[in-house]
């Protein structure tokens, strides 16, 4: 059995842990302040640790726990995700306007899924973004895989009909 280090197995997962709740949350101030409690928790837990089949699923569950309280007490949901620059819109667009349109679109994107259900939102995180498996998934969000399934499928169906319509019409 692997003996779980808190430098090396748990620290790491802050990106991680920090995504997940800033799309739940959508304050970036929210968000670091889940991370931070996400990983006293988790230390404060360490004489369990050697019982839990995956360290990084216990700590994106306690992460999802926190976020879920704290925009439950907060009254107002309507902040935005603050922006992050994209790198890779440099290598696909060669002009300005080019590099501006792509930035528009996926502030687009990133609004609709700001307004998606927060499970719909957490599901696309983990999946889509973090890249985990549907087990994985439906381990860290305590529902079944095929409800994993339905969620990021209408979410997706979702993102993809809003973004048409901004697409076509300019709305």
Do not use: H
């Not at 926190?66 to 002009?95: A, C, G, P, V």
């Amino acid at each position: 059995m692997k003996k779980i280090s808190f430098q090396n197995d748990v620290l790491p997962l802050k990106n991680k842990l920090f995504r997940l709740a800033l799309r739940i949350t959508l304050n970036r101030e929210e968000a670091e302040d889940v991370v931070q409690d996400t990983m006293i928790k988790v230390w404060n837990a360490r004489d369990r640790w050697q019982e839990l089949d995956s360290i990084e699923a216990y700590s994106l569950t306690i992460a999802r726990n926190l976020s879920l309280d704290r925009i439950k007490k907060m009254d107002n949901q309507n902040d935005s995700l603050e922006e992050q620059t994209t790198e890779r819109l440099d290598e696909t667009s060669s002009t300005p306007s080019e590099r501006m349109i792509q930035k528009d679109k996926l502030n687009i994107v990133r609004n609709i899924i700001n307004e998606l259900p927060e499970k719909q939102r957490s599901c696309l995180q983990l999946r889509d973004i973090e890249g985990k498996s549907y087990k994985e998934i439906a381990d860290i969000l305590s529902i079944t895989e095929d409800q994993v399934k339905v969620n990021i499928f209408r979410a997706r169906q979702t993102v993809k009909q809003r973004f048409q319509q901004f697409d076509s019409y300019g709305l």
